[in-house]
Each structure stands twice: as structure tokens, then as C-alpha cells.
């Protein structure tokens, strides 16, 4: 079967809809991080606006976060409409139409969630709200890979390390997952519910008695900065959770990184996002940190939330890719073949 061809328009449209998505994640963040989620009260309207044509004189307050990013919402939703028509008539492979499909269903099933969310004060919709984009977030990107030059060039790269695309999956796995419990906490107003670091509350282990949580909260009473002033179990540990969260995920991330440095600096498609992701993962600390420390301002806090989307981008891009150039490359052969046993060699009889 022959490999499908490579259409410019297709893959522009591909690359402008992630594109769109990364800015739409952080304003969610920011609509998070300055408690705006029900700034705009109703929904598909602005209150009682046409959502296009509400004033711009009323965008103050939460309520700027909040209607921005209703429209970038909509953009992106354009630009999926866009690119399903351009794969359709571009007669795009089969694959590629069938993730442009996905993608508009994605797009619009997360737009209904989130206007649900508004509508029903639903706590755990924006949670599942913010999960869902993530995913949307890589979904944009695996758009992009296939309709790109190098994918339809279906070149494979036989040097590639047995193993190598199992563990990138394995990454993408654990990212997730922990953007599900960082979300989980935002929304769950946790994130201070440890208010230093590296030690939680002076000691190596959070609060696990009721008379340590007592004094862990009147550690915090009369401190404006922390909020909420009093915080139970569950937020503590969802907190810890989410710091020992970002351990397990460095690890096998800086394996992977190790591995493609040390084996695969001869291939830029692996080379270059595991150098950015290396960067990336040293700032998403930082910021982590930082946003403890210094009491979680809202400019802060949202960069943590769109660079650990940057993070998952990165570890998606690279398992892709590494699929792409290993087991599902078109005529693929394994780095280490095992060459037949003839009838007279003497393993054969």
C-alpha cells in the first residue's frame, strides 16, 4: 500500500489548531487561578449577550478570563470544522480523516462540558473539563505528525532502541495522570494546602492525625496569604499526592531523555523535543515550587498549569514519533533482527 501524500493546507490547518489549543489551556488556567469559573453566570449567552457580541466595555474582572476564553474555545472549534473539510477534500488517508472526526467531537463534547459546568456549579465537570483538554491537546498534535512530511515519508529508523516507544508511552501514561490530580487539586482549592517545602508542614511526612492537622491549621490562622485558612485531610494529601506525583514522573521522563541523547542524537525527531522537554521539566519544578512558596500568584500558577501541557505535549510528540520511525513504520526492522536457523546448523537439530 502506498504511503499517503503530504498536503501543505492540511497540515497547516493541523498546525494552527494546536496552536489555538496551547493558548485556550492557559487561559483556563487563569480563569482557575483568579476564581473566575462562574465570572460569566449563563451559558451558550453572555449574560443575555450573543456571546459575539457582548460589550467589551463589561470585560472587567474575572469576567475577562472567563469570556476570552469562551471565545478562543470557539476559534478552536473553527479552526476543527476547517480542518475536517480540508482533510475531506484533500482526500487525507483514512487515519487522518478519522482523527479530524475525533477531534471535532472532542472539541465539541469539551465545549459542552465546560458551558455544563457553568450551568450546573458542577465542581468535578471542571475537573473532567480540564482533563479533557489535555487530551485535546495531544489529539492536535497527533493531527499534526500525520500530516506531516516526514510521517507520509514513512521512513523508519532501524537504529531505534528496543523498548524506546513503550517507554515514551509509559510517560505520556504518567503525565496524564498527574495533570488529573493537579487539576483535581486546583479545583479543590489545594494548592497550598502544604504551604512549604521541600519538608510539609516542618516535618517529612503531612499531617496523619487529627491533633497534627489541628496544629497545621493553626499554623495557617491569621495568614490572609493562605487559602483556604483552615484545610482538611483530603485536601493535605491530594496536595502530597501531587508532589510525589511530579517525582514519579521525572523519572522515567529523564530516562527517556537519557536514552535519546545517549543513543539517538543522529535523529532530530527525537533529539530535539527530549532537549526542549529536558528545559521544560526543569522549569515546571520551578514553577511548582515557586507557586508554594510565594503564595500562588495567578501569573505563576497558570504558567505551571500551560507548561506541564507543554511537558505532555512533548512526551506525546516523542512516543509518537518514536512509533512512527520504529514499529509502525512501513517495512520496519527491529535494531537487533534474529536471522533464521538453517536445517544443518547444529542449534536446529
Known sequence: MS?????????????????????????GGLVTSHGAGLSVPDWPNSYGYNMFLFPPSLWVGGV????????????????????????AFARASMAVRAVSVILLVG?????????????????????VHAFVGQAFFCLTALMVAMTSRWWTAGQADSTLSVGL????????????????????????RAGLAI????????QLLPPASDEQLQRANGLRAGKPDLL??????????????????????????????????????????????????????????????????????????SAHVAVGALVLLLTFIISVRAWRLGPLAPGHQPAFPVTPLS???PAAA
Not at 21 to 26: D, K, V
Open 3 to 27: 504511503n499517503p501524500r503530504y498536503n501543505p493546507y492540511v497540515h497547516w490547518l493541523a498546525i494552527a489548531t494546536a496552536a489555538a489549543t496551547f493558548p485556550l489551556l492557559f487561559m
Open 228 to 301: 483556604p485558612t483552615v484545610v482538611t485531610f483530603g485536601q493535605v494529601w491530594l496536595h502530597f499526592a501531587h508532589r510525589i506525583g511530579a517525582i514519579i514522573v521525572t523519572v522515567p521522563i529523564a530516562w527517556l531523555i537519557f536514552r535519546i541523547v545517549r543513543r539517538h542524537a543522529g535523529q532530530p525527531l527525537l533529539l530535539r523535543p527530549a532537549v526542549l522537554l529536558a528545559v521544560l521539566l526543569i522549569a515546571q519544578w520551578v514553577l511548582g515550587i515557586l507557586t508554594v512558596l510565594w503564595r500562588k500568584p495567578a501569573d505563576i500558577a
Open 343 to 345: 536445517p544443518s546448523s
Open 195 to 202: 504551604p512549604d517545602f521541600p519538608l510539609h508542614y516542618g
Open 165 to 188: 516507544p513503550a517507554l515514551a508511552s509509559l510517560c505520556v501514561a504518567l503525565v496524564l495522570a498527574q495533570l488529573a490530580v493537579a487539576a483535581t487539586m486546583r479545583h479543590y
Open 64 to 87: 475577562f478570563y472567563e469570556h476570552t476564553h469562551r471565545l478562543l474555545g470557539t476559534l478552536v472549534g473553527v479552526l476543527t470544522i476547517a480542518l475536517i473539510i480540508a482533510a
Open 107 to 127: 472539541v465539541t463534547f469539551q465545549g459542552v462540558l465546560g458551558g455544563l459546568r457553568v450551568v450546573w456549579m458542577d465542581l468535578d465537570l471542571a475537573i
